[in-house]
């Protein structure tokens, strides 16, 4: 595990934020009619637009790079969805839009899950419950904590709601490459684990499903699906650890 410096955090604070204005802009921008392509293309050119680059196209998989900007990931997707030119959005239908930058050599990386037009109440509670159990990791990202304090807090409030937690993908350090140590899974036991310290910086990324946690990848060799065909939500953030407290990097 690699500490940042004052230095390389503040590169990273500027990748992350553009990180999250395009997620803040998509969300104007994701409706019934769109295809998932439009939103690829949308992040791509506002990455470049920032003389950034795009830190998921070309990322090597299993037989062939990762061909997109962003993973566009819709209903029981859980993950690494391909955009395509055919994937057309419906109202009722939910997406997960996960998206990374390189700016001078450091990485930014979050997630947002997106209601398409008018969503069923079982959906809004899972964007609700997951966005919450974020929110609860990163409240435990603190100097002195352990990183099973991050994973049972994500846990807790996921599994007391009713739904479970991806446990074959997890979050994962951020720097000088898009995923470093530590692995930071979404269910643990508290007090556990690596002990957080000033300077670590963290893509926390719960991955929340409907239904049992348990997953499959399509043939594409990409895109990570429920295995139930039950839906699945996405939220990350970019943190890095400070001697007061926390900082999400990728918060516009």
Same mark, same amino acid.
């Given at each position: 595990?690699?500490?940042?410096?004052?230095?390389?955090?503040? =590169?990273?604070?500027?990748?992350?934020?553009?990180?999250?204005?395009? $997620?803040?802009?998509?969300?104007?921008?994701?409706?019934?009619?769109?295809?998932?392509?439009?939103?690829?293309?949308?992040?791509?050119?506002?990455?470049?637009?920032?003389?950034?680059?795009?830190?998921?196209?070309?990322?090597?998989?299993?037989?062939?790079?990762?061909?997109?900007?962003?993973?566009?990931?819709?209903?029981?997707?859980?993950?690494?969805?391909?955009?395509?030119?055919?994937?057309?959005?419906?109202?009722?239908?939910?997406?997960?839009?996960?998206?990374?930058?390189?700016?001078?050599?450091?990485?930014?990386?979050?997630?947002?899950?997106?209601?398409?037009?008018?969503?069923?109440?079982?959906?809004?509670?899972?964007?609700?419950?997951?966005? $919450?159990?974020?929110? =609860?990791?990163?409240?435990?990202?603190?100097?002195?904590?352990?990183?099973?304090?991050?994973?049972?807090?994500?846990?807790?409030?996921?599994?007391?709601?009713?739904?479970?937690?991806?446990?074959?993908?997890?979050? %994962?350090?951020?720097?000088?490459?898009? %995923?470093?140590?530590?692995?930071?899974?979404?269910?643990?036991?508290?007090?556990?684990?690596?002990?957080?310290?000033?300077?670590?910086?963290?893509?926390?990324?719960?991955?929340?499903?409907?239904?049992?946690?348990?997953?499959?990848?399509?043939?594409?060799?990409?895109?990570?699906?429920?295995?139930?065909?039950?839906?699945?939500? %996405?939220?990350? %953030?970019?943190?890095?650890?400070?001697?007061?407290?926390?900082?999400?990097?990728? =918060?516009?």
């Amino acid at each position: 595990m690699e500490l940042k410096t004052a230095k390389e955090i503040e =590169k990273m604070r500027t990748a992350g934020r553009v990180v999250g204005e395009i $997620l803040q802009k998509l969300s104007r921008i994701i409706k019934p009619g769109i295809t998932t392509k439009d939103i690829d293309i949308f992040s791509e050119k506002y990455i470049k637009s920032m003389k950034m680059m795009p830190a998921f196209l070309g990322v090597k998989g299993i037989s062939y790079p990762f061909p997109a900007s962003a993973c566009v990931s819709v209903n029981d997707e859980v993950v690494h969805g391909i955009p395509s030119d055919s994937r057309v959005l419906k109202s009722g239908d939910i997406v997960s839009v996960d998206m990374g930058v390189i700016y001078e050599g450091y990485y930014g990386d979050a997630a947002m899950t997106y209601a398409v037009g008018g969503i069923s109440d079982a959906a809004a509670k899972l964007l609700k419950i997951t966005e $919450l159990s974020l929110q =609860k990791g990163i409240e435990q990202s603190l100097s002195g904590k352990r990183l099973g304090d991050i994973s049972y807090a994500i846990q807790k409030i996921v599994e007391d709601a009713g739904f479970s937690v991806v446990r074959d993908f997890v979050g %994962h350090g951020i720097g000088r490459s898009l %995923h470093e140590d530590p692995q930071i899974p979404n269910f643990g036991r508290a007090a556990a684990g690596v002990k957080l310290l000033p300077g670590m910086v963290l893509a926390i990324e719960p991955m929340v499903n409907a239904g049992s946690y348990e997953v499959c990848i399509l043939d594409d060799d990409w895109t990570v699906v429920t295995k139930d065909g039950g839906l699945s939500a %996405h939220f990350e %953030h970019t943190v890095a650890i400070t001697e007061s407290g926390c900082e999400i990097l990728t =918060k516009v």
